[in-house]
Antibody, heavy 119, light 110 residues
C-alpha cells in the first residue's frame, strides 16, 4: 500500500533552517510528483510547491520563492523540503502529498511534521 | 495567488444535504476542470474526496458529489452522517503547475 512517512517534530530558533523528509513506499517513487502543503494551528491548508522526483524539477509558490528548496534522493525514495530564514509565522504542520499529474489532485498524504519556531 | 473563497462554516442535521461553495477566479477554478476536495478530521491528514471537479476516488461514498459553474465549484454531501463532521478544503490548479487552496469550511452535523 502507498505510504508517505515523514520525519519527526522539530523546534527551531528564528533565522534557522529546517529540513523535513518524506519517505515513499508502495509505488514507484519517480512516477508521481511530491507536493508540500503546510497548515498553521487552527488555520487552512497552504500549498508550498512541487517536485518531480524523476527530473528533480521544482516549482514553488511565490510566497516561498527564495526560502524553500525541495530535493530528493531516489535511491531511498525520499523527498525533502528545506525552509530557511524561519520566523514565528512558519510554525505549522508540514505535509508531503503525492500529486497526480493527470488531474492535479493529491491522493496520498504524509502524517505531517510539526515545525515550531520559537526563541 | 489569493486563496479560494469558502464559507467558514456550514451545518446540517443527520440525513439532510449540505453544499459547500468554493469561489475562485478565471485564472484558476474558471480556467480548469481541476478542482479537488479534501476532508480533514482534527489532528489528521487531509483525505481526497473529489477530483476533476466531480469524480470520486475508489472508496469514497457516493453521498459526496462535486460540480462547477463558472468560477465557483461546489461540494454536496447528501444523507449527512455524524462522521462527516470535519473541515473541508477545495483546491484548484492555477496554471504553471501551481495550486491554490480554499480557506476551509467547518461542517457541523447537528
Amino acid at each position: 500500500q502507498v505510504q508517505l512517512v515523514q520525519s519527526g517534530a522539530e523546534v527551531k530558533k528564528p533565522g534557522a533552517s529546517v529540513k523535513v523528509s518524506c519517505k515513499a513506499s508502495g509505488y514507484t517513487f519517480t512516477s508521481y510528483d511530491i507536493n508540500w502543503v503546510r497548515q498553521a494551528t487552527g488555520q487552512g491548508l497552504e500549498w508550498m510547491g512541487w517536485m518531480n522526483p524523476n527530473s528533480g524539477n521544482t516549482g514553488y509558490a511565490q510566497k516561498f520563492q527564495g526560502r524553500v528548496t525541495m530535493t530528493r534522493n531516489t535511491s531511498i525514495s525520499t523527498a525533502y523540503m528545506e525552509l530557511s530564514s524561519l520566523r514565528s509565522e512558519d510554525t505549522a504542520v508540514y505535509y508531503c502529498a503525492r500529486g497526480r499529474g493527470y488531474d492535479r489532485s493529491f491522493d496520498y498524504w504524509g502524517q505531517g511534521t510539526l515545525v515550531t519556531v520559537s526563541s | 495567488q489569493s486563496a479560494l473563497t469558502q464559507p467558514a462554516s456550514v451545518s446540517g442535521s443527520p440525513g439532510q444535504s449540505i453544499t459547500i461553495s468554493c469561489t475562485g477566479t478565471s485564472s484558476d477554478v474558471g480556467s480548469y476542470n481541476l478542482v479537488s476536495w479534501y476532508q480533514q478530521h482534527p489532528g489528521k491528514a487531509p483525505k481526497l474526496m473529489i477530483y476533476e471537479g466531480s469524480k470520486r476516488p475508489s472508496g469514497v461514498s457516493n453521498r459526496f458529489s462535486g460540480s462547477k459553474s463558472g468560477n465557483t465549484a461546489s461540494l454536496t454531501i447528501s444523507g449527512l452522517q455524524a462522521e462527516d463532521e470535519a473541515d473541508y478544503y477545495c483546491c484548484s490548479y492555477a496554471g504553471s503547475s501551481t495550486r491554490v487552496f480554499g480557506g476551509g469550511t467547518k461542517l457541523t452535523v447537528l
